[in-house]
């Protein structure tokens, strides 16, 4: 019996991911296994996995060749991929010839410990049923990914947004939203555990919606709901679809000082054409108004978003549409990506991937040594600004020095002058990178 094992997950990709491992320990706790934070103590390895571009595959199959190698030298240890890529390579996974002993889909996690059972008795075990209800609202997460400040909280799940190039659909399934009590719940109880940050996580926040017998939770409602809970608690919310974004969230989080001031509204493209073949349903004009309106309201928010660099068809012309839509949205900060072609997807279905791999390099290469410039110029803006700082913990450069965030999400390091995680702090900028801010505190 597995009763009693130790088991240890280890997470690749989204927040989403992360947060799902919280709740994975939790179901597995609650059935009688011990969690440990060390592959080297555990008899269950569970791999939480990610889809979203091949890198991260092959980056998990690498993985899973080491465990292989470890378990044929005879320890003996059982393993498990759960996540996007279990859903997706169920087949693969447990014909590959590697350890695998176990299968879980996103929707799979409560069931875990039926599979281990099955497993125990020797046999493989999955599960890859995709759920239009399971939002795992009642499992409270094992905040074990935490620093005791700062923390997810996941208000739905899957996506049906099906933009052309993405596997998120397919690997996570429908939308649907959590109950907003047990999201408020959750958040209550961890600020009174002493955390000060919680994030609320979605593929598209902004279709949020509850409908208990004609009461209707949208998500402005929703987040005016958590950041009531305490002025003490920051919140933060990712992520945004641009079409979605609407002036009634900016109101709220206008009238909530403690809604902090960043938005991430992923752009992908700046190109029209490009943007239509993606299946996004927003313009370039479109993004720049919402881009707008997020500055109208709140002249001091932050900006950042994801670019994909070579979708497929992309000319130069169409990657100048986006270096340019980069300057005129002054983005802070930016995921950038090269097009990575997903099978199943709308785009490996229908459009080639026929922008060559030099060519996807050279304007990925372009697009993150413009925003480099345009992060550094960002945070040079701040310097001379007294910002309000929620400490982390130590910098890990240096233990003199303490590190925490602005409400813009921006990491600052100054001197530790004994504040303790947790702590908000003003601090006075006096210097940065395009990574950091560097300051002084000017009053506790
Ligand atoms: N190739 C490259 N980047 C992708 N993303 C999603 N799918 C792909 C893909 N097939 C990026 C998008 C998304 C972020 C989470 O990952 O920019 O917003
Ligand atoms: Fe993927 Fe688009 Fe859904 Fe984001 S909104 S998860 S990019 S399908």
Redesign the pocket.
Known sequence: MSEGKAFYIETYG?QMNFSDSEIVASVLRDAGYQFVDNAGQAGLILINTCS??DKAEKRIWKRLRELHAFRKKNHAIQIGVIGCMAERLKDELLESGFSVDLVAGPDAYRVLPTLLTEVDGGQKAANIELSAEETYDDIQPVKYHSNGVSSFISIMRGCENF?A????PFTRGRERSRDPRTIVNEAARLFDEGFREVTLLGQNVNSYRWDADGVVTSFPDLMGQVAAISPMLRVRFT?SHPKDLSDDLLRVMVSYPNICRSVHL?V?SGSNRVLKLMNRRYTREWYLERVASIRHYMPDCTLST???AG?CSETDEDHADTISLMQEAAFDSA?M??????SG?L?SKRYPDDVPDEVKAARLSEIIALQQKLSARSNRADIGKVLEVLVEGSSKRSPDFLMGRTSGNKVVVFPDRGNKPGDYVMVKITGSTPATLKGIIAAV
């Open positions: 989204c979203i571009r933009c190039y993405c596997v998120v992520t992923a992908q994801d670019i994909i979708f995921f990506f090269r097009y990575s072609e997903r997807t785009a």
